[in-house]
């Protein structure tokens, strides 16, 4: 696919949609009715058009590109000195409620209601430049119905996630999460591990730093992982061919070498069920249900005597019925067949214990996590570990002083602060996040034993060299 095609919005791509700093993920479709801050809309008319293009609802909840010479059309020509004498009791709007309501009806635009509010307010003239402009900027924001659609991305969605739903995603801010993939030094080529529980965004990430090129282990716990976030990328399919899938419970057995390739329990198939119907990438677990009774009623009319089976012979489309049963059933194990290899290689990629990186962002303690994944990790390579908190880092930090293997181990605190950037009137912003979590980062190392008597030898031998040198240079 080149370029152009990829900046285009499609039917079946992931789009984010944004008003002011408000996004939303949606998938885009035909005549699918889509509510986002207030507004219903189809997104039939934004396909076909570039990402980044901005829209106006229109009547009947039609897309329609918005021109921007129009954004001129509200600008202020009288203004006050200040804004003292100005007294908000509530009057000062000749504009009911009823009559707004009415302007709507009629179908007249938000920027022309925003221009009627300001001829009918009485105060307006006498503000400020500065007020004035806020005050046209908070009536847009209410009244006007624009839209801009973006394509996802990293930074877009990980400030999605933590503006609406930061629980989801562990507290993980969008600057925290640039620095993982930086100190995690994720590049093309790679063989990264991740173990995460923020809604696949961590993975995500990943695969869009990676580009599809490489492999990535995604360690999950319990029935499979969870991948809301990875899936608002809209990735290609190429992208999920380097993704490989490993379940917590059996990092121990490929430790001690007692993981076994040739028997595998049927509790992975069932996870590796759940991780898709997870994921939206395979069959839901009902279906396969009634794949399962389908196959068992089948078995038990096989059963039954032959003049009930002459006396009820299945019609037309009851043959057709049960050659698609046996066609789903056929792919059905096709599918299992695929997981099985899929799942084969991936403990195969874990024993070579050659991975270039290790990312952890989970929700459960990382110190049992951190020293059983860096088994895994070859030496000179950087591992990233995230937790909201300080103190279990700290626990992890001491445990690998205690335990060596690393170095350049070091604990820290991501700090944002963002800025108003306006002419005249640049300055911090007054609401700001009050923390970014905690990172602890390092480089693993081969952990060579010396033993205690050549140590002594050795640091007993260093003072008489010393010696000799100083002696023949006198």
Not at 209 to 230: C, E, F, K, L
Not at 298 to 314: F, I, K, R, T, Y
Not at 385 to 391: A, F, G, L, N, W
Request: aromatic share 8%; net charge neutral.
């Amino acid at each position: 696919m080149d370029g152009g095609a990829r900046r285009v919005i499609r039917e079946g791509d992931w789009a984010v949609l944004k008003r002011n700093e408000v996004f939303k993920a949606v998938p885009v479709a035909r005549r699918r009715k889509i509510i986002f801050e207030k507004q219903w809309f189809y997104l039939d008319n934004a396909i076909g058009q570039i990402y980044g293009t901005t829209f106006e609802v229109t009547g009947g909840g039609n897309l329609q590109p918005k021109k921007r010479v129009e954004e001129t059309a509200t600008e202020a020509k009288e203004a006050g000195t200040d804004n003292r004498n100005i007294v908000d009791d509530g009057k000062s709007q000749k504009l009911t409620h009823d009559d707004i309501k009415a302007l709507k009806d009629k179908g007249i635009k938000g920027q022309e209601i925003v221009q009627q509010l300001i001829e009918n307010s009485t105060t307006f003239r006498d503000k400020t430049e500065f007020a004035q402009d806020k005050y046209i900027k908070k009536k847009k924001k209410k009244y006007e119905a624009i839209i801009t659609i973006v394509k996802p991305s990293t930074r877009i969605l990980s400030t999605m996630y933590y503006a609406r739903e930061p629980g989801k995603i562990n507290y993980l801010r969008y600057d925290t999460l640039a620095q993982m993939l930086t100190w995690g030094n994720v590049h093309a080529g790679n063989k990264m591990i991740v173990m995460e529980t923020c809604a696949g965004l961590v993975l995500g990430a990943v695969m869009e730093r990676m580009g599809g090129y490489g492999s990535i282990i995604n360690m999950y716990p319990g029935g499979g992982p969870v991948r809301a976030a990875t899936n608002c990328f809209g990735f290609p399919d190429s992208f999920f061919q380097m993704l490989y899938e490993f379940p917590l419970s059996k990092v121990e057995s490929v430790l001690s070498g007692t993981f076994s390739l040739k028997a595998l329990p049927s509790e992975s198939e069932d996870s590796m069920a759940l991780a898709e119907d997870s994921n939206g990438s395979g069959d839901d677990k009902q279906q396969l249900t009634q794949d399962a009774d389908m196959e068992s009623s089948a078995v038990m009319e096989s059963n039954q005597p032959e003049e009930q089976e002459a006396a009820d012979l299945p019609t037309e489309g009851e043959a057709f019925d049960n050659n698609k049963a046996k066609g789903t059933a056929h792919d059905k194990e096709k599918k299992q067949e695929e997981k099985r290899k899929k799942f084969v290689e991936t403990a195969a990629l874990l024993k070579d214990k050659n991975a270039d990186g290790l990312i952890i962002a989970s929700r459960f303690h990382p110190v049992p996590l951190l020293l059983s994944l860096l088994e895994f990790v070859a030496p000179s390579r950087p591992f990233v570990v995230y937790c909201q908190h300080k103190e279990p880092l700290v626990e992890c930090y001491t445990k690998l002083r205690e335990k060596g293997g690393v170095i350049n181990l070091k604990l820290s605190e991501t700090w944002l602060r963002s800025y108003q950037v306006l002419p005249d009137r640049s300055h911090p912003k007054l609401m700001m996040s009050g923390g970014g979590g905690y990172l602890l980062t390092g480089i693993t190392v081969t952990n060579e034993f010396v033993k205690i008597g050549e140590e002594t030898d050795q640091a007993a031998s260093e003072p008489t060299s010393k010696k000799r040198k100083l002696e023949e240079h006198c």
